[in-house]
């Protein structure tokens, strides 16, 4: 019995270990195994070189590039053939995966403008210059806050400005739909192109038409509404003044005043009696107004 305790030993050592073996080789298999996973790659289809949007793909200007299947989002495409004849409504850089969120729905299958523009908006082009289309800093994708000067009709003709559109996209500025340069350098352009809704483009063709625009930019990040009163130039020169009656109380009390009948002015009479007693002469009046003596 002495005997058998340290062979009994030694097997017990020889079954624990093979036990630690398997359990450590499992482990160490199962570990491979999700790194392998993890750094698993696919054929992903990419831009060769910088695309604007409106642009219809061919396949020179589609490649594929081994991504990390793990860090990919639904909608990429493995294939190049699949991408022929799509049109891009947004823009995609160089080297970037084309995903089916950046691609026109297949019915589509010409570039430009059309193919940019949400179904439920419209392009609508407005004359700029210099000074309306922000010393040349507007450019495709960014957006802009649409301001109309007016003239009142009537015999008070006093002009308003008036915040009538806001955040407006900028599709295309001039003939160019994609920013050339990341400096954003000024380029003056005759026209810009917005989209816009139908109801908008109505209030944009009015504000164009009958009087003049001026074009605010705005911060990208800044998508907050602002609901103003206008500007005219009794609150503009009224603006620094101390506390008193609102501006539109003021100007509708000048148009009541200018309105206002002038009362007749009181008419004398064209003769009066005169009464003589004696030396004295009495001019005799109503009872209202007293008579006179000589």
Do not use: C
Request: proline content about 6%; charged content about 20%.
């Amino acid at each position: 019995m002495v005997k058998r305790g340290p062979a009994i030993l030694v097997g017990v050592g020889i079954v624990i270990a093979l036990i630690v073996t398997i359990i450590s080789y499992n482990w160490l298999q199962a570990t491979a195994r999700k790194q392998e996973q993890l750094l698993a790659t696919v054929d992903v289809a990419v831009a060769a070189t910088d695309l604007a949007w409106g642009t219809v793909l061919n396949g020179q200007m589609i490649k594929t590039a081994p991504y990390l299947k793990k860090s990919l989002p639904a909608g990429y495409h493995t294939s190049t053939a699949s991408l022929e004849n799509r049109v891009l409504i947004y823009p995609v850089r160089a080297n970037e995966p084309i995903f089916e969120s950046s691609l026109a729905p297949t019915s589509i299958t010409t570039g430009g403008m059309a193919a940019v523009v949400k179904p439920d908006k419209r392009a609508m082009a407005v004359k700029v210059d210099k000074v309306v289309g922000v010393s040349g800093f507007v450019f495709p994708g960014n957006r802009v806050d649409v301001l109309a000067t007016l003239q009142e009709r009537g015999e008070n003709r006093t002009p308003t400005t008036k915040t009538v559109l806001e955040n407006i996209l900028v599709l295309a500025t001039g003939s160019d739909v994609e920013k050339t340069s990341r400096q954003e350098k000024p380029t003056t352009v005759d026209v810009i192109t917005l989209e816009v809704t139908s109801e908008e483009g109505e209030k944009l063709a009015l504000a164009a038409t009958q009087g003049k625009i001026q074009l605010a930019l705005r911060n990208a990040a800044d998508a907050k509404g602002v609901a103003t009163r206008g500007a005219t130039i009794p609150t503009l020169l009224s603006s620094l003044r101390g506390a008193g009656p609102t501006d539109d109380q003021e100007v509708m009390s000048r148009r009541l005043s200018s309105q206002r009948p002038v009362p007749p002015a009181a008419k004398e009479p064209l003769y009066s009696p005169y009464v003589i007693k004696g030396s004295s002469v009495h001019v005799q009046k109503s009872s209202e107004e007293g008579g006179t003596d000589r």
